[in-house]
């Protein structure tokens, strides 16, 4: 049985384009499963109580921010279409698109899957 395709929101005209994280980053996209194993994974842990940030997409977007850039002092806003804005204080500001890559809903995990031109 092959595991289900990532869901998100539909995409609108805009134009995305995935940019690696930088060299060194712990953060590769998609993020933080790189597949439909490690996103089962996660998804266990999170059912067993481990991990409960996962569940949250604005939580999971402050992450990649925190684990590809370094920036501890981000917050999210999630938007329209799967995008969370995620800003800093000094202005800094990154789109991510996210997607729930198995289970929808309140219980399933979110995955940053693509970073848009900042």
């Known amino acids: 049985m092959q595991p289900p395709a990532p869901q998100s929101a539909p995409q609108t005209a ?5 940019t690696p994280a930088p060299a060194g980053s712990a953060a590769e996209l998609p993020w933080p499963a790189a597949g439909a194993a490690e996103a089962a994974a996660l998804q266990a842990a999170v059912d067993n109580g481990s991990q409960p940030w996962l569940l949250d997409p604005a939580e999971v977007a402050v992450s990649y921010a925190s684990a590809a850039y370094g ?4 917050e999210a806003q999630p938007g329209p ?3 969370v804005e995620v800003r800093r204080p000094g202005g800094q500001r ?3 698109t996210v ?5 929808t ?3 399933g995990i979110w995955v940053v899957t693509t970073e848009h031109d900042r």
């Open 94 to 96: 990154l789109a991510l």
């Open 105 to 107: 809903g309140k219980s």
């Open 14 to 18: 805009q134009e995305e384009t995935t």
């Open 99 to 103: 997607a729930q890559p198995g289970r």
């Open 71 to 74: 920036w501890t002092d981000a």
């Open 81 to 83: 279409d799967g995008i």
